[in-house]
């Protein structure tokens, strides 16, 4: 079983940065993609960024690449997602998931794990 919590969540305005991490507990870590997905009130639930066991590949939706950052740390059993140029649209619910797979995909339903998430608020 593994367990994601997520922090680095707030308020921020238009044009600035937050850094979300994730903490995942299990032994395994090492051997999981991760990702991140996004919900905004009223919508649907969308990827946003994923990346593979040893970090080797990653993905990012359209509306982020060049703005979103994703990373991890399995020392630290730790992903990151740095968000920068941030824009009132990237409000939403930050869930952080992981797969029993290591390479990383960007279909929710892959994934096995899921954090409780996280708030971004960007105002503009």
């Known amino acids: 079983q593994v367990q994601l919590v997520e922090s680095g969540g707030g308020l921020v305005q238009a044009g600035g940065s937050l850094r979300l991490s994730c903490a995942a507990s299990g032994r395994t870590f090492g051997s999981y993609a991760m990702g991140w997905f996004r919900q905004a009130p009223g919508k649907e639930r969308e990827f946003v960024s994923a990346?593979?066991?040893?970090?080797?590949?990653?993905y990012y939706a359209d509306s982020v690449k060049g703005r979103f950052t994703i990373s991890r740390d399995n020392a630290k059993n730790t992903q990151y997602l740095q968000m920068n140029r941030l824009k009132p649209e990237d409000t939403a619910v930050y869930y952080c998931?992981?797969?029993?797979?290591?390479?990383?995909?960007?279909?929710?339903?892959?994934?096995?794990?899921w954090g409780q998430g996280t708030q971004v608020t960007v105002s503009s």
């Open positions: 998931v992981a797969r029993h797979w290591p390479e990383a995909d960007n279909g929710a339903g892959r994934y096995d794990y």
């Open positions: 990346i593979s066991w040893n970090g080797g590949s990653t």
